[in-house]
């Protein structure tokens, strides 16, 4: 068995956490400053001339705005005909209803340079319902700054111009997955051997825990 936290009175651990929530408070105003400093970035013109197929055709840039003046796509990785990014799936795992995003004149869209039958497939297989388009012949995954791998980029319209505002790939994706940043909160976190835990923790080596959703043993399955 794991070795467990510390028992304390519930004096001790309320002066514990009340230390730990200043520490938080401190990095929630410093991930608002972060955002701050991300909203004055320059931007730079991006090209409106990519085409893509969707479920039902092919579609422009300016389609997947959809009318907005805001796009964020996550560039999904390619494994070929046989293989998935179990870490890509996770993501598109954790989007969740669109319309407030929507709320905000901004759009989502998952772009693959996977052929559209493949996607399509693999879409009714996982259940998604976020919109996704492939980009393959194209050199659309390398513009966006994935470059064969994947990437969360934001896209502003200005009329019929698009921009580049952002990207961010790597670590910089997990602040969209919602099992990494629950599992932050937890007594074992994430359980990978790169984190900060106390000696005799669970944890095994990063990323081979992840599996497609419906690849888990159905012991971990909710009742």
């Known amino acids: ?34 955002a701050a400093e991300r909203r004055r970035l320059p931007m730079t013109p991006f090209s409106r001339d990519h085409v893509f197929t969707g ?20 560039q999904m990785m390619d494994n070929g005909p046989d293989d998935y990014c179990t870490g890509c799936a996770c993501v598109i795992d954790s989007v969740g209803h669109l319309s407030h995003l929507h709320a905000r004149d901004t759009g989502f869209a998952v772009v693959s340079d996977m052929p559209m039958p493949q996607l399509a497939a693999y879409w009714r297989r996982m ?22 791998g994947f990437a969360l980029s934001v896209l502003l319209r200005d009329g019929d111009e698009v921009y580049r505002t952002y990207v961010t790939t790597a670590r910089g994706v997990d602040r969209l997955r919602f099992d990494l940043n629950i599992l932050d909160l937890t007594p074992y976190g994430r359980q990978e051997t790169w984190e900060d835990s106390p000696a005799g923790r669970p944890q095994t080596p990063p990323y081979e825990w992840w599996r497609l959703h419906d690849e888990y043993p159905a012991t971990t399955e909710a009742p």
Do not use: H, N
């Open 127 to 148: 259940g998604w319902s976020a919109p996704v388009y492939s980009s393959r012949g194209s050199s659309f995954s390398t513009d966006i700054g994935a470059g064969g």
């Open 55 to 74: 479920p039902d055709g092919q579609r422009s840039l300016l389609d997947l705005f959809g009318g907005r003046r805001q796009l964020v796509i996550y």
């Open 1 to 34: 068995m794991s070795p467990l936290p510390p028992i304390v009175t519930p004096d001790v651990w309320q002066a514990a956490r009340d230390s730990l929530l200043a520490k938080e408070k401190a990095a929630t105003r410093a991930l608002d400053a972060l």
